[in-house]
C-alpha cells in the first residue's frame, strides 16, 4: 500500500494510491477519528486505510495533487551520517564505533515536487540520497530481532546539506535544517511490501546524470542496528522518522565540486519504493 499526505479544498489530508495511480481521499472518510497519518499509525490502524479506500473519494494522480512530505508533522527526525563506507572515505572519517546520529527540523523538509531552496547565505547545497523509515509503533530499548516490528513503511529521502555551515563546528545541525533543504516523499510504501529493506537500490541524478548509486546492503549499519542504537537512549514513536544515511558521491567530494542550484533537478529513486523529484531554486 503507498499512504500520501497532501492537501486538498485548503485542508490537509491523506490517502492511498490505487492501481491506476490515482489517490483515494481516505482521509474524507476517516478524519474525524484519525485526522492525519501520525494519528493513524498511533492507533495502530494502518489496515483501515486499504478498507476505507474503496468507500473514498477518488483524486487525481499524485503528481496532479498539492502534496505534504509523507508524514508532516513528525515527533523526530533521526538521521544517520557517513552511514556507507564509500561516503565515510569520502569524507576522510575514521570507520565509527556507533551510529552518527543528527537531528531535523520538521520545517527544513518539503513534499515531492516542491522546490528545493539553496539558502542566499552559501553556494554550498548538496545532495544526499537516503532510504527513511517510518516508525508506526512505539519502543524502548527494542532488540535487533524485534526491530522491523516497528516499522511502519519506507520512503525516499533527500537530506540537502548546506556544507560550509555544517562545517562550522563539529555538530551537523546549522547545516541540516535550512528552510526546504530536505525533500520527503513522494509517498510511504507500506513494510509488508518491502521484505528486505537491505536488498534495495538507491540511485540519486542531478539534471538526469547519476551521480549516487549503491545498495542499501551497504549500509555501515544496518536497520536493525540503527534502531537497536536509537531506542537505547530515545524511545521511537508512531510517525517518527529515520533517515538512514548516503552512499558515496555526494557533491562536495568532487572535483570540482558539484553543488545543487537554481534550475537544477534533484531526483532520488529506490527500487520498490518510488521516485522522490524537487526542483532546485534559490530561497
Known sequence: MKVVSFTANGKASYGVVGADGKVADV????????PDLVAVLKAGALAKLGEAAAAAPKLGVVESLDLLPVVPNPGKIICIGVNYDEHRREMGREPPGHPTCFVRFPESQVAHGKPLLRPAESERFDYEGELAIIIGKEGFK??????YSLIAGYSCYMDGSIRDWQNHTS?????KNFPATGGFGPWMVSADEIPDPQNLSLETRLNGQSVQKSGTDLMTFNIRKIIKYVTTWVALKP?????????????AKRTPPLWMKDGDLAEVEISGVGLLRHPVKNA
Open 27 to 34: 482521509g474524507a472518510v476517516l478524519g474525524a477519528t484519525y
Open 142 to 147: 527494542v532488540s535487533e530481532d524485534n526491530a
Open 171 to 175: 555538530q551537523f545541525t546549522p547545516g
Open 239 to 251: 510517525g517518527d522518522v529515520i533517515a538512514t544515511g548516503t552512499p558515496g558521491g555526494v557533491g
